[in-house]
């Protein structure tokens, strides 16, 4: 994630599937969840796997936090 911030790099596709929608078009279109939707299902998965009950909506918003947080710490400079 060099140079890009968490929402670019969250917003690209995590195991892009390439299509063309018109044989006339040059333009791809890429199906597939975007990195963000990947990282907070796999969180889901994660706290879900404990066995412990949660409500909802606090999962959910979990989830997403900690795929923005590990968005976040991808676009850092790497230390030395």
Request: net charge negative; charged share 20%; proline share 6%.
């Amino acid at each position: 994630g060099a140079g890009m911030n968490a929402k670019e790099l969250g917003e690209m596709p995590a195991s892009p599937a390439e299509y063309r929608h018109h044989e006339h078009t040059d333009a791809p279109h890429l199906l597939g969840l975007t990195k963000r939707e990947h990282f907070a299902g796999l969180a889901m998965m994660g706290m879900l796997s404990r066995g412990t009950m949660f409500a909802t909506d606090s999962l959910t918003q979990r989830a997403v936090e900690v795929a923005d947080a590990l968005l976040t710490e991808l676009c850092r400079e790497p230390q030395p």
